[in-house]
């Protein structure tokens, strides 16, 4: 058992892992963020849907699984940031249309192990639960160069974005693009959910997206400082699932990065209250 | 004692650099803000039209009318969020929204922040400063002290300095309201837009901001548009009046339009101004929103 521990992280598999986990975990924390303050949770959850359908089209159509992920994912981003502006579909259009879509994703699941043999037939568990561990070198290079580039946009953008999230009116009158933004920042979603399917899984994506930004809001209220925090808890909680399934191998890594992911975001409501009692104005100003 | 009314020193300390000085701009013969015979016109209908008025450098003018008249619809039209849809304006020499984003201070109508949302008031303060610029702030050297200065001096005019580290989310609505106005005033805009500014303030309150807006206005030569829907707390600051009515407008000093002659033929219905005893106006019989006016609803 301990044997088996110790090897792991000597093997090309766990480097890759870390590698491309690292900065995926990164993207996903940076991008988390203002999905939190955005209040768009709901479409990253939409997103993990077209992710797993995505992939599946993709493997049944004969293509790269992740040539699916992405543009599954980035169109279904700018599909719903076209609703969200101008029709507003209600949430019952989108959650059935969502469930739809993921059935969809089984049918060719389906289509896709009937009409090959049975050595990749574990496609849909890989796209559902992830598979960091299984990641080739050139593989973990375009997850690296994938998220690089996700989190320079990010950051590029975080000042005008945070405008026009916190106050749209104003940021709109100040020659903020703040419709071109919003549509830009989805598409980044999409892309980001297509990244992080790969570490964690399409179900779990929700996770890696939410908690560190959760965590980072609940514990810091100057913007910036949390838009790095969360990015700094992804990849620290990645780390430490990462580390949990290398030492105990019955542990899935998508699993022990959840687990970390959760823990703490529980911890900051022990470390913080929920709301901070009226009138205690942190010392430290600006 | 309220901290706007005592802080007269801090605001003739606002403007030392960037921007130009007040008496070359008072001097300019070019109107800051023109409008030449302007309409708006929303879902086909038109709300106002024929509408004549030139701000000056330091002048303060406010826009008054029923609800749904096109009030903050003429803000909107002066920051080139909505073109207008007949006549001319200009809006510091050029088009409105063009470039001039910058100069302008611009305040909504009402908003709220959720109470949820944690980001501080010297954030969203911070935000009309840099907002618009790419990439995230440096978190140290020259440029970010002289940025903290501007945000924590905007919020000293505007007395918000006791709630400003708070998230936004849990400020009252009249502290939020006073930290917009700071967020307005952080970039020393050359002309501000303010919709009902007043709006959510205690009268104390209203009195103080309004002389805060006022001195502004007058001593660092800022052209104030501001809309009201109360005109009394502003009237002894003001050296214009707007009068919004369906399809007209009447703009001129306040003795001269906020008059019962003026007003009646404006609305073309009996309107009473009545002066009380402490010399503030009560506008009589004044139409409520133009909805319930039937007959102009046939060209939706
Ligand atoms: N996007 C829009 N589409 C259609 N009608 C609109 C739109 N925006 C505003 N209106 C209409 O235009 C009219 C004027 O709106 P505006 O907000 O300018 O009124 P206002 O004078 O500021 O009123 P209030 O005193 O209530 O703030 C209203 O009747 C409103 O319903
Ligand atoms: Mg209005």
């Not at chain 1, 110790?6 to 993207?27: E, M, R, Y």
């Not at chain 1, 768009?40 to 959850?45: A, C």
């Not at chain 1, 259009?93 to 469930?99: E, M, P």
């Not at chain 1, 405008?163 to 920042?185: C, I, N, Y």
């Amino acid at each position: 058992m301990t044997e088996l521990a110790v090897s792991a992280w000597g093997q090309p598999f766990f480097h890759n892992a870390v590698l491309a986990g690292t900065f995926i975990a990164l993207a996903a924390g940076l991008v988390g963020y203002f999905l939190v303050l955005r209040a768009q949770i709901f479409t990253g959850d939409a997103l993990s849907h077209v992710a797993f359908t995505g992939a599946m089209a993709a493997l049944a159509g004969g293509y790269d699984l992740r040539l699916g992920l992405f543009v599954g994912c980035v169109a279904a981003g700018l599909l719903l940031a076209g609703i969200g502006r101008s029709g507003r579909a209600d949430d019952v259009v989108i959650g059935s249309a969502f469930a739809w879509i993921l059935g969809l994703g089984s049918f060719f699941l389906t289509l896709y192990t009937t009409s090959r043999s049975g050595a990749m037939g574990g496609a849909g568990t890989t796209v559902l639960f992830g598979s960091i561990f299984g990641l080739s070198t050139g593989q973990t290079l375009v997850a690296v160069l994938v998220a690089v580039a996700i989190s320079a946009v990010v950051l590029l953008i975080a000042r005008p974005l945070l405008f026009a999230t916190v106050d749209e009116s104003v940021a709109a009158a100040r020659g903020v693009p703040v419709r071109v933004l919003g549509f830009g920042f989805l598409a980044l979603v999409g892309a980001c959910a297509g990244e992080a399917t790969q570490a964690v899984g399409s179900l779990l994506l929700l996770g890696l997206l939410a908690a560190p930004a959760g965590a980072a809001i609940r514990l810091t209220d100057r913007p910036f400082r949390a838009l790095a925090l969360s990015g700094g808890l992804a990849v620290a909680e990645l780390w430490a699932g990462l580390a949990a399934s290398a030492l105990i191998p019955s542990l899935p890594p998508s699993f022990a990065i959840m687990a970390a992911a959760t823990a703490v975001y529980g911890a900051t409501f022990l470390i913080r209250p929920q709301r901070a009692p009226l009138g205690t104005a942190s010392p430290a100003a600006g | 004692m309220n901290p706007i009314t005592g802080t007269p020193a801090a605001v003739t300390a606002t403007r030392p650099e960037t921007a130009p000085p007040a008496p070359t701009r008072a001097e300019t013969p070019q109107p800051v803000l023109e409008l030449r015979g302007a309409a708006a016109r929303v879902g086909g209908r038109t709300l106002w039209s024929g509408v004549d008025l030139t701000v000056r450098a330091g002048e303060f003018v406010a826009v008054l009318g029923p609800n749904g008249v096109g009030k903050s619809t003429m803000v909107k039209v002066l920051l080139g969020v909505l073109p207008a849809a007949a006549g001319e304006v200009r809006v510091l020499g050029g088009q409105p929204g063009q470039s001039a984003g910058a100069r302008i201070g611009y305040l909504p109508q009402r908003r709220s922040f959720d109470p949820s949302l944690r980001i501080r008031g010297l954030d969203v303060v911070r935000l009309g400063l840099d907002g618009d610029r790419w990439g995230v702030p440096l978190p140290f050297g020259a440029a970010r002290r002289r940025d903290r200065e501007r945000v924590a001096e905007a919020v000293d005019l505007v007395g918000a300095g006791a709630y400003a580290h708070r998230p936004i989310g849990q400020c009252s609505g009249g502290e939020q309201q006073r930290l917009l106005i700071a967020q307005a005033l952080v970039r020393r805009p050359e002309v501000l837009l303010l919709d009902e500014p007043l709006d959510s303030l205690d009268l104390p309150n209203q009195s103080a901001v309004a002389a805060l807006i006022g001195r502004i206005c007058h001593q660092q030569g800022v052209a104030v548009v501001m809309v009201a829907h109360d005109v009394n707390p502003i009237l002894h600051h003001l050296d214009r009046v707007v009068y919004l009515a369906e399809g007209g407008a009447v703009a001129g000093t306040p003795a001269e339009v906020i008059t019962s002659e003026t007003l009646t033929r404006l609305y073309r219905s009996p309107v009473e101004v009545l002066r009380t005893a402490d010399g503030r106006l009560v506008v009589v019989g004044q139409p409520e929103a133009p909805s319930t006016h039937g007959g102009h609803h046939a060209a939706v």
